[in-house]
Every structure is written in C-alpha cells, then in structure tokens.
C-alpha cells in the first residue's frame, strides 16, 4: 500500500509547489558555517541570485593533524562507539609515521591515542606472527617521547613502559649467538633512555631502581651509569623530593660515583631555590672532580651560591667566594658570576662598568706576560645582569644595563631583545615592547624565543587601540619563521577575527593550530570563544558562528558547555539555534557530550520561556524515541511548563496527572506549574481549585510560590474578589506579607483592565512600599497600547 508521504510528494511535485515539512531537522534560519569532511562551507536557505553564480565558494582549511594522528584518533573513534576500528597494517603505517617525524613536541592527548593504536597492534600482530613495529621503531619512539610537552600527564610514561617492555621481551627471545649483544645494547642505550623518560615523568624511584639493579659490578663505573645517576639527581630535584634527593647523593658515595660539577650545580641550585643557603653551601664546598681530577665548581654553581648569599644578605660568605675566584685571574664566565655578585649586594650600574674595567686592565696586563686572550665583557655579560634585574623587577636598571652595553659596543642579541619585551609588557609598555620586537626582527629568533612575540601579539588584541594591520604582520613574521604559537595568542586571534566578521579566518587558524594543543590548552581556548558566545554585546549571529566553530573544532567539549551555549541561545530568544545546540548533543558519539534527562529539561524550559511550538514538537518526538532517558518528575514539569507558555494547558494538565500518579509524586515546582496550566485556560479555576484544596486537605505547607501561583489562576480566571480576599488574608494566614513577588505575579495575571485599576488602587493603599518596587521596573500596554497594562516582571518558573 502506497504511503501518505508517496503521495504528497508527487501530487506537490505535479503542482509544482516545493514540499514543506515543519518538523525538518536540518531547517536553516540563517546562514552558517557547516563542516564536512574537514572542510568548511556556509549553507543558506534556499534562494539564488545572478550575482552567486560567479562568487567561488569559500572553505576552511582541513585539520592541521601531526603526521600519522588522524588514523590513529578514527582507531580511538571507533573503539569508542564501538564499531568496526580500521586494519592492524593502516593503524601500523600511521604509528610508524607518527614517530618518525623530526622530534617535536607530542602533548598528553596526542600520546594517548598513539597508547591505544600501540596497544591494538600488540593484540592483532602480522598473519606470519610478527610485529608489527621493528625494533629500531620502538627505539625511535621512545627517542620521540623523550621531548617534554607543554602540558605533562600520564601518557609519555604509560607507552614509554609499554615499549621498554616490548624491547626486553625481544632481547630475552632472542637467541644465545645475539643474547650478549642485545643486552649490551640495551645498556648502552635502551635502559638510559628510558631511565631519562622516568626522570621526567614522575618515575625517578623507579628509575633509581632499575638504574641499581641493570648496572652493577663493573659497569658501576660506565658512563651510562654515571649519566643515568645525573638524570635520577635532575628528577629528584623537579619533584622536589628532598629525602630522595639526599638519600641518592649518599648512594653516590657509596658506590664510589665521583662528585661531578653537573651533580653539585644541580643540588646548589635546588637548595638556593628552596632557600636553605646552609644545605647550598655545604654542597658548594664539597670536592667535585671530573675524569678522575680535581677541578673547580662550575660556573652555574658560582653564580648561584652567589645570588642565594645575596638574597639571604650572607655577604661574608659571598665575599669568600669571590675572593677565591680572584686568587688568580678568573674566567670569562667567573668574571660574569663576580658581576651578578656585585648587582646582588646593591652596587650600581656605575659599579658595575668599573669592575669591568678593572677586569679587562688585568687580562691585558696577563697578556703582556702571558701572550693570553685579553677577556672582555660581552653580550652573555649584559644578559646575565639583564636577566638579574628583571628578576629584582627593576626595569630601569635592565634598561641601563643594556645602555652600558651599548657604550661598550656590544650589539644586542636576540635573548637581549626578547628579555627587553618581557620587561617592557610587565610594565605595560606596549610601543616599548614593539620597538625591541623591531630589533628581533633581525637576529634569528629560536623557538624558545617565540613566546616573549606572542605575549605582544596578545597585549596588542587586548590593547584594542593597535591596528588589525600591525597585528598580523606580527603574526605573518611568526607564521614565515615556523614559530609556536600559544593558546592565548590563538585565542585572541580568534576573538579579533570573530568580531572583525572573520568566522572561516577564524576557523582555518583554529584548524591550523588547535590540534596541536593538548586538551588543557585547547580547553583555554574553547573557554574564550564560550565566553564570546555568552556577552551579549556581540551579535546573535557571530554567536552562532562562533558556537559552530565550538561544536566542530572541539569535539570533546562537554555537555556542561554545550547546555551553557544552548541556554544561551534560549536566552537570546533564539530557540531554534537552541534547539540546533540540542540536537548536537542528541546525536553526540561521545558520552561525556551526550544529552541526558538533564539537558532534554533545559531544553524544554527554553522552548517554554521562547513559546517555540515547533522546536517542542521536535524534541519531545525525541525524547519518546530515546531508550536511555526515562521520565521522572522535573522532565514532566518542564514538560508540563512547556506545554502551558504555548497555550496548551490541557496537554500540559496531563502531565500532571501522570505526576500525581507516578511513584516520584509531585515535587512543589510540580504544584506551582500546574496552578501556571491552569491560569493559561478557560474555566482554569475549576481545575485550581481541586488542587488547592487536595493541598490544605493533606495539610501540606504552603510556601509563597505556590500561594502566588494559585493566585495567578484564580485572578487570570476573572475571580477578582477571590484572589483580593486571598491577599488580604495571607500575612495571617500563611506568616508571608504581600512583597513584590506577590504584587507582581498577581497585577500582571489580571488581564482586565477595570480589575488592574482596582488592584493598583487598593495596593497603594495597603503596601504602597511593595507597589513602588513594582512601577520602578517600569511597563508596557499590550495591544498596542489599548490593552492592559504588563509591568516588566519576571513571572518564570522554574522546573
């Protein structure tokens, strides 16, 4: 039997009229940004002009997705809905092309989706038995994981153990002629290696662990023991384990590892920053030697020994320390730690040049003697007494320190120029901060240079006084030279492009750089354009631009947001972007962005608070359909609520009967709703009633909202006197005086204009105080301006 939608097609299809369907989910209201298969196109509503036929449709960038990421994420997609994941020898292909990239920095989520690809091809290895992965692959992933992220997690050293496992468990396997080999190897480089990974991941236990039980006998005294004990040092001191850090110096001692300047720099350095100046001049003074000698502490360990006695005003040992440093004539980098001395202890910039007179009057003088290079301060020099006052947070001393600098013809270098930023956007010296970006411009900048350019970059956008121009001929300079961006400089960015009307710039530079970020950092970013979303000084359609830009770039963004963005848009009286937003989340594959009961009761609110019929329709057809959402009372009440703003009292009275009738039982916003059903309908006190007596039979409390809300129906009704009895009587009756909210809820529920008079007339009368509040919120005539009066009062309830 043909069906009823056959029909109508073909007849509108004859008539040649289009086919409407009001319940259509993929209505358009207005343009938007529309993502599919990583691209981008802007959808319409349906309508052609002559001009668009030669207008090139625009498109956003694809994903800029680290080599060999994207199968490995469509591998964790589809384990994640459970569906059939992609061929072991294409997940493999793309490991492998993950790891051989020239090393970068991978961030916590990017790992983590490597773990999951690494641990399906250990479950589904080759038809002929063999891995997948080789072992100079494995080698190469664990050279990979060896760069710190930005953002440290668990995941670095989750796959880290899993490949050291994979390794041992081939060097056991392997035969008697090889065995000595491999574990020679492994010595030589696979245990240290993961050794270091341990160290900066947390592990350092751990690693001291296997570090004493791999290395013993002989090979106490091999470089790879020594260097692995210098990792496990480093470690000890980032976590800021002091025992442990103490406990392994001793095991030093005891294994007769000698004291080297790396491990005593490490310990100077650690206690100066912790404060204890006792423990950093006890390991100061400790013999160090290197290659079986005797040598001097390194000059990181003069300089800071030096600056923790200046900060604790301990000069008598600081000057023991210098005076040791001039028994004979210092180093160059010796020289520049009796420098940072002197600008510690308070001498002058004046001071200072002195002392690098006297410096080099000496070296020419040895040079006479000796034939030795004469030693001249250079730009390491100004640096280091830069860096030192920008600790001390005296700009203007690091100002005149580059000064001097300058009379003695030492050009800037780039770390000069990028310290000179810093100190200048501390001090909120924007033009400053350019002007020393002019001279970086011409030194070759270092990726650990770039972010001291981002910071300007961000203080420009957030200036609001600078050019878009100026702007991105910054960012054009950072995109050539191949530099990092942050989040925040993306961030702004984004903001600057949203409210220039720039959404597919602002697409293809998230699509560019956001996958990249891990997932605190692209969080940063989701928060500012959330935060875009939600001032209601932009625009409804750049919010649903930018809500676009959300729901496409960050997938994994949660429910939470996602309920906050769709109540925005309710709260722009845009149900139908509201309604968008709850599909998103209706048809989400990812849990943690699914809807839930929680959402379908907002979404029902919102439709109630916009009397959108349409979208109403549209999502309770859902919520029947959905096998996971069961309803209980507060998805009835907004149903109930729903159902009343858009005239429908009787469907929506319904609802309270099943409440009535349901185990849960009605809760007070029940009560209160159902009195707003019946104020909504004709004859609606025959309903009220009932109710309210039911409630003062089982002697339930009455609270002011349900008064108020009785009320609303007895006065929408036309019982005038009724509800003027009512209000007289409640101070005795139910301990609560007439407020505004009472006042409020009853005037405005009155639609006949003789009765508001009445009201208005006996309010001043007997709460003039309440009715002050009241006119102060000011009012509107309905009908356009013959009707009754409406003050501006919130009348919502809640569900």
């Known amino acids: ?43 319409h509503s349906q309508r052609r002009t002559f001009l668009n036929l030669f207008k090139p449709e625009r498109f956003v960038k694809p994903a800029d997705l680290p080599t060999g990421l994207g199968k490995m994420m469509e591998y964790q997609q589809m384990v994640s809905i459970k569906a059939r994941p992609p061929p072991p020898e294409e997940v493999a292909k793309a490991f492998v092309a993950f790891v051989s990239r020239n090393r970068t920095k991978n961030e916590d989520n990017h790992i983590q989706t490597a773990l999951l690809s690494f641990k399906y091809l250990q479950e589904h290895p080759r038809r002929d038995g063999k891995p997948w992965l080789t072992l100079p692959q494995l080698r190469q992933t664990m050279a990979q994981l060896t760069r710190e992220p930005d953002v440290p997690g668990n995941a670095h050293l989750s796959l880290a153990r899993l490949v050291h496992d994979e390794i041992k468990r081939r060097r056991d396997a392997a035969s008697d002629d090889v065995l000595a080999q491999n574990q020679q190897e492994y010595k030589n480089t696979d245990c240290i290696q993961f050794i270091r990974l341990l160290c900066q991941n947390g592990a350092t236990v751990e690693a001291r662990q296997l570090l004493q039980s791999v290395y013993t006998g002989d090979e106490v005294s091999s470089k790879q023991n020594k260097e692995g004990w210098v990792y496990v040092i480093k470690g000890f001191a980032r976590e800021d384990s002091r025992d442990e850090l103490v406990k392994s110096v001793k095991k030093l001692r005891e294994l007769s590892i000698p004291f080297t300047p790396k491990i005593q720099k490490v310990l100077v350095r650690y206690f100066v920053k912790k404060g204890d100046l006792e423990q950093a001049k006890r390991w100061y003074i400790e013999p ?13 360990s003069h300089s800071a020994i030096l600056t923790g006695c200046a900060l604790a005003g301990d000069h008598a040992f600081g000057q023991k320390v210098i005076a040791n440093l001039l028994k004979d004539m210092p180093s160059k980098l ?138 991105m001929a910054i960012v054009d300079d950072l995109q050539e030279r191949r530099l990092p961006f942050t989040p925040e400089t993306v961030a702004c960015l984004c903001l600057q492009h949203l409210r220039r009307g720039e959404a597919y710039d602002s697409a293809d530079l998230l699509q560019t750089h956001a996958h ?97 019929a349409e979208s109403l329709e549209l999502v309770h057809n859902q919520l029947k359909l959905d096998l996971d959402t069961e309803l209980d009372t507060r998805m009835r009440n907004a149903l109930m609520l729903a159902y009343a703003a858009i005239g429908q009292n009787q469907r929506a009275l319904e609802f309270w009967s099943e409440i009535v009738a349901s185990k849960e039982g009605p809760t007070y916003n029940s009560i209160a709703i159902a009195f707003r059903s019946c104020e909504g309908m004709p004859f609606g006190d025959y309903f009220a009633k009932p109710i309210w007596q039911r409630l003062k039979e089982m002697d339930i409390e009455i609270d002011k909202e349900i008064f108020t809300a009785y009320l609303g129906a007895l006065a929408r009704n036309g019982l005038h006197d009724e509800a003027l009895k009512m209000v007289a009587t409640v101070k005795d009756e139910y301990g609560f005086a007439p407020d505004l909210f009472i006042v409020g809820n009853w005037f405005n529920a009155t639609i006949n204009v003789e009765r508001q008079t009445k009201i208005e007339e006996w309010c001043k009368e007997h709460y003039p105080a309440a009715w002050a509040e009241l006119e102060a919120l000011g009012h509107f005539v309905t009908m356009e301006g013959f009707g009754y009066k409406q003050f501006n009062f919130n009348r919502e309830l809640n569900p």
């Open 1 to 43: 039997m043909p069906s009823h939608l056959t029909r109508v097609v073909f007849r509108s299809i004859i008539a040649n009229k289009p086919v409407l369907y009001r319940g259509c989910l993929q209505r358009t209201s207005r343009p938007r940004i529309a993502f599919q298969h990583g691209s981008c196109v802007i959808t």
């Open 516 to 612: 990249h970020f891990s997932l605190k950092q692209r969080a940063y970013i989701r928060d500012q354009l959330v935060g875009f979303c939600q001032d209601r000084q932009n625009s409804t359609a750049e919010a649903w631009d930018t809500y676009s830009i959300i729901h496409n770039v960050f997938k994994e963004t949660p429910r939470e947001i996602r309920t906050k963005l769709m109540n925005e848009f309710f709260g722009r009286k845009r149900s139908d972007m509201g309604c968008h937003a709850f599909f998103h989340m209706r048809q989400n594959d990812n849990p943690d962005a699914r809807a839930t009961s929680d959402t379908y009761v907002h979404a029902f609110t919102g439709f109630a608070r916009c009397k959108d």
């Open 334 to 471: 010796e020289w520049d730690a009796i420098f940072l001395w002197s600008a510690a202890i308070g001498k002058g910039v004046d001071e200072v040049e002195r002392m690098m007179k006297v410096m080099v009057r000496r070296s020419e003088e040895l040079q006479k003697k000796t034939g030795q290079e004469v030693i001249r301060p250079d730009i390491d020099t100004i640096n280091t007494l830069v860096e030192f006052a920008i600790s001390r947070k005296d700009p203007y001393t690091a100002e005149r320190y580059i000064a001097l600098g300058e009379r003695w013809g030492i050009p800037p270098s780039a770390k000069t120029f990028v310290m000179q930023m810093d100190y200048r956007l501390a001090a909120n010296d924007i033009d400053g901060a350019r002007t020393a970006y002019f001279g970086l411009q011409g030194e070759k900048i270092q990726e650990e240079n770039a972010p001291a350019v981002n910071k300007l970059v961000q203080a420009m956008c957030n200036a609001k006084r600078y050019p878009f121009d100026d702007i």
């Open 288 to 300: 160090v030697e290197h290659q079986s000698k005797a040598v001097e502490p390194s000059e990181g």
